[in-house]
């Protein structure tokens, strides 16, 4: 083996160790809609004395954080989302109402003067709760002295010169100050140790903490508001958290929940296991596929394919990454998607066999490899901007799936031209392979390029005809969204939909008149796979939610909420203008990247193919009746992605033959171009309609509209990136006064001489 090979495979080897030893080390962190439990999104609102930041919604979050801890929830999350949101996710939590409750219940933060031990209290003193300290043991408290409303600041900091360590210094508004001096003077005159001379900070009937008063303060002397610290065995973190929930207790803001998800346990394990057996299936028939069509070198592309789905789901694992029902979508779609790079290389190392008569397989196989390297590098940069705009402009789910595919692009290129190209190499070394063509699959053209080659079709004779079928399609599709309209769910359009399973059938219309007459006439009532029933109305809060499925469960007995979706108008609103705005963004960035890798021209045909099979799409979805919502937007991005990839693709071999001949006209170099390019683009559509085809039947209701629109997605795009992107380059063309593009140095020619260097595979013998 020559050293870049040894290189390759000690890597490839490395790296698929590493993801075994984590595969079998290591869970995956599943999402609340795999696991089931709620989620909800916390608008936080400017109050009258403190505006809704970074800071002061971090504050109110430690507030949140307390009060959902006393749920008894188990393994919570809460994080702030931008500015001032909050996300919280309740694994486990069915039924929100309590939750929803704890949450928008305004802070109590309260100081008491502590009477004691246990239930012990002083003769004569007004009795107040007994709550358990910060080690668990019980003190009777007395009435509350003074409130959180009471606080002008608290916060953290470090004493280095007296060595008390962390402290965290209260700061009281005036009145308040004079309260809190009267109630640590009256504790100072108990003595040292006892009980009675702590004060109790409670926040939501919490003790957060009970400091003693220090003994050098004189009885009824007491602490002055801006001196006053607390001191204890306080890390930076327990300080910080401390002065955090002090003063969030004091200035909180107003929180809105506005969106709210509810997903059962058996929906999330119903998804997994039909994402599981989609992928397996459609991996299954995928590398059946290309060993079929590719025969040895297949085989190897398939075993690539598999350390692939290895590496990936390592990353997913060690990255911590949230695997959702969009994310495990995404990474079975990414199976078929990593077969791309291989058909690419393989398809090229067939041009090079065929094309120069007496190159040795390995040759052929190493050129393929160089080759293939421009279209693979622009298709799958292509993809990553896709990825990222999912998630940098997408909410919820739809972000974990840009993670999720930005993560298998990537895994997917490590297999192809790492793993796929080590295993390559070694086996062309092998005389038996080279010599034996129907065993390698690289030797013999196949059958799609031999037919065309025979056939030698004119496809561009005329353009203007592509581009008026092309024309008549995008009027069908605008003519389905004008007529029919666009059925915007409620992620875009605000309102609750949730979908029920019942003990008993229960028909669509006994459903409707039964809610009409308990009061709620707005709700639309559909099918949801399996007998379960749908309900979508506008503003319904959680006690109208339990009353309306308890008019079901009359009708239909035992009704248990598999899903719930509870989006406010304010945020439908914003989830719109994002989702257009993400279609912009998308556009403009392809745009942008095309104009610098290729010409003006091409980089306006791609986007011209691009705008195309999203206009298709929705109109194909509008014709359907199909719910366009967060979902959908994740596969019309990753549509986008993939239509561009196979128009970078094909553009890419323009670029290339043309620059070869230049003083040929710019259509038979098209025609040209296409025909060469044809065998991969139908190979690589193939796999990755095998895995949409097994996500679309096994995929079950949750995944269906998904895979329907990749399937719709991934045929127009594939018509588009030839029918429709080349006629217009092609138009385009006519009007623009560019060059050919020049020639590229070849890579074994130097920088001086111009000599060309031997092929490192060429021992230089001739006859």
């Known amino acids: 083996m020559t050293r870049a090979t040894t290189v390759r495979a000690v890597l490839a080897a490395a790296v698929l160790l590493v993801s075994v030893l984590i595969t079998l080390t290591m869970s995956p962190r599943l999402g ?19 505006k809704a930041d970074r800071e002061s919604t971090d504050r109110t979050l430690e507030v949140l954080r307390l009060r959902i801890d006393s749920l008894g929830v188990a393994e919570p999350t809460l994080t702030r989302s931008g500015e001032d949101r909050i996300i919280v996710e309740l694994p486990d939590v069915q039924d929100p ?62 004493d280095a010169q007296q060595g008390a360590g962390w402290t965290v210094a209260l700061d009281f508004h005036k009145s308040a100050g004079r309260d809190w001096t009267r109630l640590t003077g009256e504790a100072a005159c108990h003595p040292a140790q006892d009980e009675r001379r702590r004060v109790a900070i409670v926040l939501d009937d919490q003790v957060i903490s009970s400091p003693q008063v220090d003994p050098s303060v004189g009885c009824n002397v007491g602490l002055p508001s801006g001196s006053t610290q607390i001191t204890g065995s306080f890390g930076a973190d327990e300080a910080r958290d401390l002065a955090l929930l002090v003063k969030g207790g004091a200035l909180p803001l107003p929180v809105e929940i506005v969106e709210q998800r509810t997903v059962g346990p058996t929906l999330g394990a119903a998804a997994i296991d039909a994402s599981a057996r989609a ?45 959702t029902l969009p994310g495990l979508a995404g990474f079975v779609l990414a199976i078929g998607m990593a077969v791309d790079a291989n058909v690419l290389v393989f398809e090229r190392a067939r041009e090079e066999y065929a094309e120069r008569s007496g190159r040795s397989l390995r040759t052929a196989m190493t050129a393929g490899f160089r080759n293939a390297w421009s279209a693979v590098a622009d298709s799958n940069v292509t993809t990553l901007i896709a990825a990222g705009l999912l998630f940098f402009l997408g909410s919820g789910p739809v972000k974990g799936f840009g993670v999720t595919l930005a993560i298998g692009v990537l895994a997917s290129m490590f297999s192809a031209l790492v793993i796929a190209r080590a295993l390559t190499e ?88 039964a809610l009409a007459g308990a009061g709620f006439g707005d709700a639309e009532v559909t099918t949801a796979g399996a007998g379960d029933l749908s309900v979508r109305t506008g503003d319904l809060d959680n006690h109208q939610e339990h009353a309306l499925r308890a008019v079901l469960a009359e009708e239909g007995g035992h009704t248990t909420k598999v899903r719930d979706e509870l989006i406010g108008p304010s945020l439908g609103d914003e989830l719109r203008r994002n989702a257009l705005i993400a279609l912009a963004v998308a556009v403009l960035v392809q745009l942008a990247y095309l104009a610098v890798r290729f010409r003006w021209t091409f980089a306006l045909a791609s986007v011209a193919a691009l705008v195309h099979d999203v206009i298709l799409l929705v109109g194909a979805f509008a014709w359907l009746g199909r719910t366009v919502d967060g979902i959908f937007l994740a596969a019309l991005l990753t549509v986008i992605g993939y239509s561009v990839n196979d128009s970078v693709v094909v553009f890419d071999r323009v670029r290339e033959l043309w620059a070869k001949a230049r003083r040929e006209s710019v259509t038979t170099i098209a025609n040209r171009a296409v025909l060469q390019t044809v065998p991969r683009t139908v190979n690589t559509g193939m796999g990755a309609l095998f895995i949409l085809a097994a996500l679309a039947v096994l995929g079950g209701d949750s995944l269906a509209d998904f895979a329907l629109a990749l399937l719709i997605g991934i045929c127009v795009g594939t018509y588009s990136s030839v029918l429709t992107a080349v006629p217009v380059a092609l138009t385009l063309e006519r009007s623009s006064k560019a060059p050919p593009p020049a020639r590229k140095r070849a890579p074994g020619r130097t920088s001086g001489a111009g000599a060309k260097r031997r092929d490192p595979l060429d021992n230089g013998a001739r006859v």
């Open 32 to 50: 609340l809609d795999l696991q089931g439990g709620t989620r909800m999104v916390l608008q936080a609102t400017d109050s009258a004395t403190t």
């Open 97 to 158: 109402r309590k939750a929803a409750e704890v949450i928008g219940r305004t802070a109590q933060l309260s100081f008491h003067a502590v009477q004691g031990p246990g239930t012990e209290q002083e003769t004569g003193k007004a009795a107040g709760p007994t709550l358990p300290d910060e080690e668990g043991r019980p003190l009777a408290l007395g009435p509350a002295r003074l409130t959180g409303a009471g606080v002008k600041d608290a916060g953290a900091s470090f």
């Open 279 to 323: 992928a397996l299936i459609g991996a299954a028939a995928t590398a059946l596929f290309i060993t079929f069509v590719y025969r040895l070198f297949g085989a190897l592309a398939a075993v690539a394919l598999a350390a692939y789905g290895v590496v990936s789901y390592a990353a997913l694992v060690a990255l911590g990454v949230s695997l």
């Open 426 to 513: 070694i086996a062309s070394r092998s005389r038996f392979v080279s010599d034996y063509r129907g065993v390698n699959g690289i030797a013999r053209p196949g059958r799609v390029r031999t037919w065309l080659a025979h056939r030698d079709p004119q496809l561009f004779r005329s353009p203007r005809r592509w581009l008026l079928i092309s024309t008549a399609l995008i009027t069908v599709a605008v003519l389905g969204i004008v007529v029919r309209g666009v059925n915007l769910g409620v992620e875009f359009t605000g309102g609750r939909l949730v979908e029920y399973s019942t003990s008993r059938p229960v028909d669509v219309e006994t459903a409707r008149t």
